[in-house]
């Protein structure tokens, strides 16, 4: 069990962050002060959960009612890890 799943953490984009779309890359972009990151596969949709008010239970919960099968509850909570580890979830 990751360290984001043992708490009850609601995480969120730290406040210099953006989450945007592009529709010329057809990405979602973490877009930083001053850098950007391109967020591949469903990364953007797992972000775009992370608003605060969900626990890192609750977006595994709703990404498994969204994709049936994909294995969500062993990958998300490591991927938010790294995410808090780079300082871009709070």
Do not use: K, S
Request: hydrophobic share 50%; net charge negative; with cysteine.
């Amino acid at each position: 069990m990751t360290a984001a799943a043992a708490t009850g953490w609601c995480p969120a984009l730290a406040p210099a962050l953006m989450l945007r779309h592009d529709p010329v890359r057809g990405a979602d972009l973490l877009v930083l002060p001053e850098r950007v990151v391109v967020l591949e596969g469903h990364a953007g949709q797992i972000v775009g959960l992370c608003d605060g008010t969900r626990t890192v239970a609750g977006i595994v919960g709703e990404l498994a009612a969204r994709f049936p099968g994909a294995p969500v509850a062993a990958e998300v909570p490591a991927f938010l890890d790294r995410l808090r580890g780079e300082g871009w979830l709070t």
